[in-house]
């Protein structure tokens, strides 16, 4: 009895510790400080220019000079404690293009990764480093991407990056000399929250999600695909075919507008989500709440909870869709949950609506 | 009857020359979220097999989908055009390698480098009435270009024909053309096989 006792004892503290292990992620402990991975950045996150004529494509993450340290075999900081490598240990496999690749799951729907790096076994757990490199496209860099839920945000507004890119002076014995760590980024008053973010807190990723999505608005949502000369190219937002419609994303001001408080129309999936009404602005149509009474509660609803589509959803879901002219399909609740970096659980039996789950 | 076959190919593409062709207004995804379009090009691209990684599906790469989770969206394009004339627009998507760091994972490049990234029509065929599924959606493609034209006025089978350009200033191109038999879109300069 006494030795079932004690097995009992170390099975339960075995137990236990490997469950919190596991369930630890980066923002079980409060606000989180992601350090940057380097220095000096070579080139933001954002759509560039392609060689399609008419066309640009979106640059998904934030390059990170290594040749100022010395190129291939750079040390680049790892993620924040939390994060797990999704390929297990020390694993960088390589995926075309891209290189070697570390990519780690901190949990609440953030991925961090680091593309471009040296080699299978690039990350180094016992310090927490990736080492850097030339492997896929490019010269040696380090590309870093941070996303939630697959859609990239503005890494420089979460790790504070200077980017001092402009400058010139970055080679030979007095590197150090030159570097500029004192100098404000500029790009970061752009930032929603004008600097560096905690990404833990679901109000900061929202308004990050809001601003990745004005910024291909603004450069590289509408891309024309054609002959250019002698030609019907329809405009964005107009009607391009029979019966077509072209769908903007909708995009939310970044602050409160002089008439009142916004807040989000759709999408209110948590339990924190509040009445609002309708209003028209000049960049679209918002809902202003009749309870928010704050700029915060603008951002009030909370994104990482997994709630599965209801009834009113689906309905919303069946309404935009056929406004989309195409129609609804039942991988729509797929996308429900997803957006809440969930898995959908089908329906089973009679059941007309699934479930949503981590 | 080789030779007959080059002239009639070269015939037709110097008539379809002739006529006007109409530019897609395309919109980059940001996630499946974005609008319809984007849901259904990203939940039906991930179930067909890239051609250029073998024995994985589109975006199955271990950087887009890791353990059947999206960690990062790609970059996908959408456009909607009726191509049938029924009244309801077809969905015109297109892969892009995600500018320098993703070169060479969805597009192929000439020898000057020029881009041919992957474009799908994909049509709704769910019937009235019955539950709507991706299943049901049929997905032509992919036909590998720098961009694609729609023929303003030459439908063949009902479907209007397409133009596959081949350069970035879209000085070439092939004509894509629907073939009821094979219920595919297929290169009038390689007609499919009888």
């Known amino acids: 009895m006494k030795n079932l006792a004690v097995f009992l004892l170390i099975f339960g503290s075995v137990f236990t510790g490997t469950q919190q292990t596991m369930a630890q992620t980066m923002c079980d402990g409060g606000p989180v400080n992601i350090e940057k991975p380097l220095n000096r950045v070579t080139s933001n996150m954002g759509p560039r220019k392609t060689r399609i004529n008419g066309a640009s494509s979106n640059h998904k993450g934030t390059d990170y000079s290594t040749r100022d340290y010395g190129g291939v075999g750079t040390p680049a900081k790892g993620p ?12 960088t496999p390589y995926v075309r293009g891209y290189g070697n690749i570390a990519k780690f799951d901190c949990g609440n729907g953030i991925t961090i990764q680091y593309a471009h790096l040296d080699g299978a076994d690039a990350y180094d757990p016992n310090t927490n480093q990736v080492r850097t490199g030339d492997t896929g496209v490019g010269v040696a860099h380090l590309d870093y991407i941070i996303a939630h839920n697959g859609k990239t945000l503005d890494a420089q507004c979460i790790v504070g990056t200077v980017d001092n890119s402009k400058g010139a002076y970055f080679y030979g014995d007095s590197v150090k000399k030159y570097f500029r760590d004192d100098i404000v980024n500029p790009d970061l008053n752009q930032c929603p929250m004008g600097g560096k973010i905690d990404i833990c807190d679901a109000d900061n990723i929202a308004a990050l999600r809001e601003q990745s999505d004005r910024a291909r608005g603004a450069g590289a949502s509408s891309v024309t695909s054609g002959p250019t000369a002698g030609t019907l190219i329809a405009g964005t937002g107009s009607s391009s075919g029979a019966g077509s419609t072209v769908i903007q994303p909708y995009y939310p001001p ?105 | 009857m080789k030779y007959i076959m080059l002239i009639l190919s070269f015939a037709l593409i110097l008539a379809f020359t002739t006529q006007k062709a109409e530019a897609l207004d395309y919109n980059l995804c940001g996630s499946p979220d974005d609008t319809a379009a984007c849901k259904i090009a ?9 051609p250029l990684e073998k024995d994985k599906a589109y975006f199955d790469d271990g950087l887009h989908i890791v353990n059947g989770k999206l960690f990062l969206f790609p970059d996908i394009h959408t456009a909607l055009a009726d191509l049938d004339g029924d009244g309801r627009n077809e969905l015109i998507a297109r892969i892009d390698d995600s500018a320098e760091e993703g070169k060479g994972l969805f597009c192929k490049y000439t020898q ?42 030459e439908r063949v089978s009902g479907f209007m024909s397409l133009r596959a350009y081949q350069n970035i200033d879209y000085t070439q191109y092939n004509v894509m053309q629907y073939d009821l038999k094979s219920d595919e879109y297929f290169n009038i300069t390689r007609p499919p096989a009888p």
């Open chain 2, 42 to 50: 990203y939940f039906k691209l991930k179930t067909l097999p890239n």
């Open chain 1, 254 to 358: 970044t602050s409160p507008s002089s008439s009142g408080i916004v807040s989000r129309p759709t999408n209110c999936s948590g339990s924190t989500c509040i009445e609002t009404q309708m209003i028209a602005t000049a960049q679209g149509t918002f809902v202003r709440s009749s309870k928010a009474k704050s700029y915060k509660e603008f951002w009030s609803h909370d994104a990482t909870q997994c709630q599965p589509p209801t009834k009113t959803n689906v309905d919303v879901l069946r309404q935009r869709a056929n406004n989309d002219g195409i129609g609804y399909i039942e991988e729509y609740e797929d996308a429900f949950c997803l957006n809440q970096g969930c898995t959908y659980i089908k329906p089973k039996g009679n059941a007309k609506i699934g479930e949503c789950k981590k």
């Open chain 2, 112 to 153: 000057d480098d020029t881009p041919l990234c992957p474009n799908f029509i994909i049509q709704d065929r769910n019937l009235p009435d019955a539950k709507r599924s991706l299943k049901a959606f049929k997905a032509f493609g992919p036909i590998y270009s720098t961009g694609i034209g729609l023929s303003t006025d």
């Open chain 1, 80 to 91: 924040p404690e939390g994060c797990v490598n999704v390929y297990g240990g020390k694993k």
